[in-house]
């Protein structure tokens, strides 16, 4: 069964320090999701990619975060500098662009990020 | 702006009893709205959705949910809790897109078994 992957699935890290995860969606799936979920909270949306290009960052701090999909379908969302704030899992979704389960998003396992 | 409010932050049931998560909504057009059940440390994964026509959904795992737009409701049910349905149940909302962008998750309700 296709599954979306994400690594690394855990990441420990000090303030002020870079990191980056990595999605690779179901394949063919068009649109790619990324979600920061906060201990104790639902998801919330940082960016939403249709092919390579960006369709929503409303939600993603620009100031330290950015995030890729160049060739419309692996993706790297990446913090410089991570903020203790930043501890959190972060969720790569995919979705297909037709056909049956149109307007269902698959989830990864998520990465789960720890800043110190 | 759609927002999804999930009533009990906890909700512990004894095993065979009927599970119930409330589960509100708002939304300025008529919403996808989607049921998503989490395991510790895992991703989420669709229990059920309501798009168009039926009102009331099935899902897997025996769970389903009924949209009451009078009352801006999609609460989950299931007759009969197994120990494995303990997990994190998240109600989620789009109303752009026909479910194509980004959807607005309640914050979720922590469903407890007791034996």
């Known amino acids: 069964e296709a599954e979306v992957a994400q690594s690394p699935r855990y990441k420990i890290t000090e303030k002020s320090q870079a990191v980056a995860f990595w999605c690779d969606p179901i394949s063919g799936h068009a649109t790619l999701y990324w979600y920061r979920q906060i201990l104790g909270q639902g998801p919330e949306l940082l960016v939403q990619?249709?092919?390579?290009?960006?369709?929503?960052d409303s939600q993603l701090p620009k100031d330290r975060f950015s995030a890729e999909r160049l060739k419309g379908v692996d993706s790297t969302l990446k913090i410089q500098p991570a903020e203790l704030g930043d501890s959190a899992m972060y969720l790569c979704?995919?979705?297909?662009?037709?056909?049956?389960?149109?307007?269902?998003?698959?989830f990864g396992p998520g990465t789960r990020l720890t800043v110190l | 702006a759609q927002s999804v409010t999930q009533l009990g932050s906890h909700v512990s049931v004894s095993e065979g009893a009927l599970v119930l998560l409330r589960c509100n909504y708002s939304?300025?057009?008529?919403?996808?709205l989607f049921w998503y059940v989490q395991y510790p440390n895992q991703g989420l994964q669709l229990l059920l959705k309501?798009?168009?026509?039926?009102?009331l959904v099935k899902g897997i795992n025996g769970f389903e949910a009924e949209f009451k737009k009078s009352e801006t409701s999609f609460h989950l049910t299931k007759p009969s809790a197994h120990m494995s349905d303990a997990a994190e149940y998240f109600c989620?909302?789009?109303?752009?897109?026909?479910?194509?962008?980004?959807?607005?998750f309640g914050k979720g309700t922590h469903l407890i078994i007791q034996p």
């Open positions: 309501y798009t168009t026509g039926a009102t």
């Open positions: 990619f249709q092919d390579e290009s960006v369709v929503d």
């Open positions: 979704a995919s979705r297909a662009a037709l056909g049956q389960g149109y307007n269902e998003q698959f």
């Open positions: 989620a909302v789009s109303d752009k897109g026909g479910g194509a962008d980004g959807l607005t």
């Open positions: 939304s300025s057009v008529p919403p996808y």
